[in-house]
């Protein structure tokens, strides 16, 4: 049952991540890294699958290996945390989620910023 779990997780977050794809401000590759996570747990083939495709494996491998995020990753979360801020403004929520909300956003992009971009950065010269 746990390696149904892992498994189900594993492909909602992949089909979740292909929206992304073509959907703009929904992210992809926090979901590729999420479905190669459950897939470690319960579906190596599809782990294996994801680390050696071409354009998915690299971001994932940057990951795990450096946890280095790619320029345009960054910009890309950017702009859509941005678009995201003005549509909590004009909304009707209350007054304290317009303040926390994009407060949290401002923390999670100051996280992002500060992950290294190439695996040079993270190396050290001996």
Known sequence: MRILLWRALALLALAT???GVILPGLPTVEFLL???W??????PALERWLLAHPRFGPPIRRWREYGAISRHAKWMA???MSI???LILISSLPHWAKG?????????L????????????????E
Do not use: F, H, K
Request: net charge neutral; no cysteine.
């Open 84 to 86: 995201g801020v003005i």
């Open 100 to 108: 926390l909300l994009p407060l949290t956003m401002a923390v999670v």
């Open 38 to 43: 459950a897939a470690g747990r319960g579906w």
């Open 34 to 36: 999420l479905s190669a």
């Open 17 to 19: 991540a292909m929206l």
């Open 110 to 125: 100051l996280w992002l910023w500060r992950r290294p971009e190439r695996e040079a950065e993270y190396q050290t010269d």
């Open 78 to 80: 950017t702009l859509s």
